[in-house]
């Protein structure tokens, strides 16, 4: 029997009519209904603030979060789901009520009170509510990290056999003999930590420097290795295949660039070159059924484990992977703490790196009260950009946006910049003549594809690119692509967009595809290939083609989301975002866009926007940070 009917949402059971309200409002769907009312079928005598707080705690990892809270639950889903702020009216219990239903409930496992292995669908943790899963999750994941640290205190936090250190300070000093003899040298250290830790982390914005100090890690670790008459097995992964790609790419020139500074010689640069990057997923072996090859009882072989953009890694596969990793062997999580998290559950990597995000020096690898964490001289942040000079606009706006000054980045964008410009609103008159830049590109590109010059035509489209927080919507992904289409057209009467595949368009592959050696995030153009139609792609130095009818995943690629952009980078990046009620509006979401541009930064945003998102930062709920880093 029904006891009410949200139009175009779910059915909500007279079990659970305490949900009725919600799943009305929105906050619930029909997943959470049925789980719960599923319970409470099973379990007679639930009361109804344990009914509500199985479906929070349900819908919490759909929107991000490892777990509900109950004395912010709402504010949980107001930044997500009701930027009206309607959900502060909903009928939501009290917490006194809350914690004395929820401490009595067959529903919940209380792991301060009981045997933390009973088997039921919530875990209590103070004013924290999980599904058992994910606090398992979250709890292995912890475990994991300090035994690793733990283990390196018992042998006097030294992994390597005693009496080498001199020896890796001479191989470091070889290494990073062409660094800046001025400044504290934080890659040399992160480098030295990776080496001497079971567990560390080299975190920091785009152009620190993070795949230079990866490279020369690889180095010193093979260096060493030989020099014990050992082989190193070493483990290079990343969360996407395009992420391993660019990856495995930023790498191998990284070492080039050692050999020929001398650093290193040809042999060992020929074995770093040849480490192969690859997904996690490919690493752990991925079965069918949410399973992988390898797990606590079938270990990776690997000695050294790095992964890169470690943000964009969720809770549960982190999970996964740690429980691959051996004891002895050497992780490194590589990544950016302040850019957007993962699509999934969690905020791995900010909470791993805890206090050290906060800091206000630019040089400073280690925060002030980090001392009290097991991971403590084990984190480097890596804070000078490299990439940018020191009169850069858009390292400047990027840090404001990180640390939140609105007015300072408000202040920076009203001034005359060369390399960042502030066009307004997207009905202003200047939008016009950024579309023009923006077309001018996409001109160039189709007629590069048109003439059959590939690499002219791929360099065109990745030139310039427009990033959208959203996709719907005058300011969104698809009013852009088809403003930038009808321009382009205007000017190229040969591009036929009415067809599907035509000879000029760009496209965005939107799966991986093992067979034909293509991935998430990969980017090419149709061009004009000896009078066939084909899909060229960048590969190296050169180009690789793909007959069209052998690629399913794909979008037009005009213009891009700004998720979607993670792992990218564009020498001329225009930025558009929605009106300030958009609850997508984020901190990072604007800071991860911002550090997609190498020479030029466009902004077409309303003050309000700009505000919104800098003043919002992303607040998953977690209890990740408070494991590792107990105050």
Request: glycine share 10%; charged share 20%; hydrophobic share 45%.
């Amino acid at each position: 029997m029904s006891a009410g009917v949200s139009p175009g949402r779910c059915v909500v059971p007279a079990e659970v009519s305490v949900l009725l309200p919600f799943a009305e409002a929105g906050v619930f769907t029909s997943f959470e209904v049925q789980l719960a009312t599923s319970m409470v079928r099973l379990q007679a005598g639930v009361s109804d603030e344990a009914i509500l707080a199985l479906a929070m705690a349900a819908r919490a990892p759909r929107l991000g979060h490892v777990c509900a809270e109950l004395d912010r639950v709402a504010g949980q889903f107001v930044d997500s789901e009701d930027p009206t702020g309607a959900l502060d009216a909903m009928p939501w219990p009290s917490i006194d009520a809350w914690a004395a239903a929820l401490a009595d409930s067959g529903l919940v496992s209380h792991p301060d009170q009981e045997s933390p292995e009973l088997v039921r669908p919530l875990v209590v943790e103070g004013n924290r509510v999980y599904l058992q899963r994910y606090w398992h999750y979250e709890r292995s994941v912890a475990d994991d990290l300090l035994l690793r640290a733990r283990l390196d205190d018992a042998m006097a936090g030294s992994t390597l056999p005693e009496g080498i250190g001199a020896a890796l300070d001479s191989v470091l000093d070889t290494l990073f003999r062409h660094g800046d003899s001025l400044q504290p040298d934080l890659q040399r250290e992160a480098v030295r930590r990776a080496m001497t830790s079971r567990v560390s982390v080299i975190a920091g914005g785009p152009g620190t420097g993070k795949t230079h100090t990866v490279a020369r890690l690889l180095a010193a670790a093979q260096v060493m290795s030989a020099a014990d008459g050992r082989r190193l097995d070493v483990g290079l992964a990343a969360p996407t295949g395009k992420a391993a790609a660019r990856m495995g790419e930023a790498v191998e020139g990284a070492v080039l660039a050692l050999e020929s500074h001398g650093a290193i010689g040809p042999e060992l640069a020929q074995v770093l070159a040849g480490t192969d990057a690859m997904t996690v997923h490919r690493l752990l072996g991925w079965l069918p059924g949410e399973r992988f090859r390898h797990d606590r009882q079938n270990p990776l072989p690997h000695d050294l484990v790095i992964l890169d953009e470690t943000s964009m890694v969720s809770l549960p596969l982190m999970a996964r992977l740690l429980d691959a990793v051996r004891p002895e062997a050497r992780l490194v999580l590589v990544g950016d703490p302040f850019q957007l998290a993962s699509i999934d559950a969690g905020t791995v990597l900010g909470d791993v790196v805890g206090p050290s995000e906060r800091t206000g020096d630019p040089e400073a690898g280690v925060a002030a009260g980090q001392s009290g964490g097991a991971l403590a001289g084990r984190v480097t942040v890596l804070r000078r950009m490299h990439r940018f000079g020191s009169d850069s606009a858009i390292a400047a706006l990027a840090e404001a946006v990180r640390v939140g000054d609105a007015d300072g980045a408000l202040d920076l964008l009203g001034d005359d910049q060369a390399d960042v410009h502030w066009v307004g609103d997207i009905d202003s008159d200047r939008t016009d003549a950024v579309l023009g830049v923006v077309a001018k590109a996409g001109i160039e590109s189709v007629d590069g594809a048109l003439a059959g010059d590939a690499h002219a035509s791929l360099a065109a489209a990745n030139r310039i690119k427009v990033l959208t927080a959203t996709r719907q919507g005058p300011r969104g992904l698809y009013d852009w692509s088809d403003r930038i289409e009808s321009a382009v057209a205007e000017k190229v009467p040969q591009l036929h967009r009415s067809r599907r595949w035509y000879v000029g368009r760009p496209i965005i592959v939107t799966g991986n595809d093992r067979v034909n050696r293509v991935f998430n995030g990969d980017v090419g153009v149709v061009v004009d290939h000896g009078g066939e139609m084909e899909v060229a792609f960048a590969e190296g130095e050169g180009v690789r083609y793909l007959p069209p009818s052998r690629l399913e995943m794909v979008e037009t690629w005009w213009a891009m989301t700004i998720h979607k952009s993670q792992g990218s980078e564009f020498p001329h990046v225009v930025v558009s975002l929605p009106q300030a009620e958009s609850p997508i509006l984020t901190r990072q979401l604007l800071y991860t866009a911002v550090t997609r541009a190498r020479e030029q930064l466009t902004i077409v945003a309303g003050e309000a926007s700009l505000r919104a998102a800098i003043n919002r930062p992303v607040a998953r709920s977690s209890g990740l940070r408070d494991r590792l880093w107990p105050s």
